[in-house]
């Protein structure tokens, strides 16, 4: 039975729950903001700033000194890429590891995770001597690999949490019925964990959305996604707050508008397997 809670604490907790909410926005909040003044006008005081005049000039600006749809549309591959390679690797061996686990299951598991904590400028020098050597710098083709082999131990180790929530019962009489592993796999395991391939499927392009470490080294024009197109407002000359809250802005507004749409998913299958 749940457990009463009186009104002057509903109260209490919405307003904590919308302070905290703030707090977390406002950074982007100032940012949209600065994004529509003049260079002048943004490095005013806060009440100034709010109080000058509005334009959309750094948005000209921006787009007419950068391809937008160019570095766009290299991001939107790189995620996506990144990601259906990494489902691709990492559906087989969360499968193995939920359902036909091994002595070292776990501590397979544990090294995979103890990878995420290698800062990745330890391994910069030999995967960007590797891509050089094959001629892979500056294309998508190694920002893709790079962006799955980084994510690979997240996706892995959240599929191996949910298939863990499927009953092994109902693979098991799939397998009676004449099911063989391919079925078993496509017909049988993949539809019960739609939320959770789906949740993991979206944290995966968040995370290979807002890299930058790896975009910024490894490529330099071509390939250089929206994390690129930001630091490039951002020059020995200085800071043009403006210019770079307007692409700043131009460069997570795709995502913030992918994760407002699909958090019901995202939250569903972050959850997924909490409650009995």
């Known amino acids: 039975m749940a457990r009463a809670v009186s009104i002057p604490r509903k109260i209490v907790n919405t307003a904590a729950g919308w302070a905290i909410g703030l707090l977390i926005f406002f950074p982007i909040l100032w940012i949209a903001v600065l994004s529509f003044k003049s260079e002048g006008d943004a490095i005013l005081a806060p009440l100034d700033v709010l ?141 019960m964990a739609v939320p959770g391939i789906a949740s993991t499927m979206l944290l995966n392009i968040i995370l290979a959305w807002n890299e930058a470490f790896w975009t910024l080294n490894l490529t330099a024009a071509d390939a250089a996604p929206l994390t690129a197109f930001i630091a490039s407002y951002s020059s020995p000359e200085g800071l043009f707050y403006a210019k770079l809250s307007a692409a700043s802005l131009m460069a997570i507004a795709p995502i913030l508008i992918m994760g407002w749409f699909s958090q019901k998913q995202l939250v569903r299958g972050l959850t997924f397997g909490a409650v009995k």
């Open 51 to 191: 109080a000058s005049a509005w334009t959309f000039e750094s948005y000209g600006l921006v787009q007419s000194r950068s391809d937008y749809f160019g570095h766009f549309w290299n991001s939107v591959i790189i995620s996506l890429g990144s990601t259906a390679l990494g489902l691709l690797v990492a559906v087989p061996a969360a499968w193995a590891m939920a359902f036909v686990p091994g002595r070292r299951t776990k501590d397979v598991l544990l090294w995979m995770l103890s990878t995420k904590m290698l800062p990745p400028v330890g391994v910069l020098l030999p995967i960007y001597l590797i891509c050089q050597q094959l001629g892979l710098l500056d294309t998508r083709v190694a920002l893709v690999a790079v962006m799955m082999m980084v994510n690979l131990p997240i996706i892995v180790w959240m599929l191996y949490t949910y298939f863990r929530e499927i009953p092994a019962d109902i693979l098991e009489a799939a397998r009676m019925d004449g099911a063989g592993l391919r079925e078993e796999v496509l017909f049988v395991l993949l539809p």
